[in-house]
């Protein structure tokens, strides 16, 4: 399914807090104490974090990944940046295309999740947000974001980052988890991801904190901004063409130009 923007609105509020809060994992409203509970969380669990989304698929996988960022355009010769690269699995899709790990950066604010990242060493790590990104002005071809929408704490400044980092008609791509449409398919998708996924966390996880994580993955979704936001705010922060394509209802790939 393909769905394109609706036309960006002057009048109307683009998205900051891609969520509403959720007092259960940090005080509501208390941006830093969020940022610190996402830090602490994905350093802790680092250690779990690419044997879990291999058990559970909830990533999607790397052939999955691949296929997005084939589908969004990416060829060698690109410049390239992954935006929450966590472990890198989307960055190792990225060089099965490319092939030039020297044109990639990874940007993270999690020194634990960059650090499990098994890549090449001329691709660049850089400790950083996706809205204040530690890189120059139009010097990116192509920008991925893989499952960070629902982590980061202003949308808007994220998009006019991309915008910036991005050079003129370079390509954006969001990778997200969304709710499906129909009341029993999201009844289906939550009884797996918020009963069967800690449960299964559980039983193979290292770190005492990742079944927490991955209630909190399944609480982010559905308390996340509908789709139609995402396209308006990607559009309202000046990007063009935004559109997102959708694989199996629930596999969001939202893509636009600078
Ligand atoms: C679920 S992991 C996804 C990792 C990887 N992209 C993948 O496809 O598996 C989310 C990542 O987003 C990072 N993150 C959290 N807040 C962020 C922000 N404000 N900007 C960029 N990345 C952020 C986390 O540290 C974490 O590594």
Request: aromatic fraction near 8%; proline fraction near 7%; include cysteine.
């Amino acid at each position: 399914m393909l769905q394109k923007s609706p036309p960006a609105d002057p009048h109307s509020d683009l998205v900051h807090l891609p969520h509403t809060p959720l007092p259960d994992y940090y005080k509501s409203g208390d941006a830093a104490e969020r940022e610190r509970f996402l830090r602490t969380t994905f350093d802790d669990t680092a250690v779990d974090y690419d044997r879990l989304e291999r058990i559970l698929g909830l990533g999607t996988g790397s052939w999955y990944r691949r296929q997005a960022l084939l589908r969004a355009g990416l060829k060698p010769g690109m410049d390239v940046v992954d935006v929450g690269m966590g472990t890198g699995l989307v960055s190792r899709e990225i060089l099965h295309v490319t092939g030039e790990p020297a044109r990639l950066v990874g940007v993270d604010p999690s020194p634990g999740m960059m650090g499990q990242a098994r890549l090449p060493a001329e691709v660049r790590c850089r400790e950083g947000r996706a809205e204040a990104m530690p890189l120059p002005d139009a010097s990116a071809d192509f920008i991925v974001m893989g499952y960070a929408l629902r982590h980061i704490a202003d949308f808007s400044a994220a998009c006019t980052e991309f915008r910036r980092v991005l050079r003129p008609g370079g390509t954006l791509l969001i990778l997200e988890i969304t709710r499906p449409e129909g009341r029993l398919a999201t009844a289906l998708l939550k009884a797996y991801m918020r009963g069967a996924v800690p449960l299964m966390a559980r039983l193979v996880s290292r770190a005492r904190a990742t079944p927490m994580l991955w209630r909190y993955y399944w609480d982010t979704i559905e308390a996340c901004v509908p789709p139609a936001e995402v396209l308006r705010t990607l559009a309202g922060c000046g990007l063009q063409a935004a559109e997102r394509y959708v694989e199996l209802g629930i596999f969001s790939e939202y893509r636009a130009r600078g």
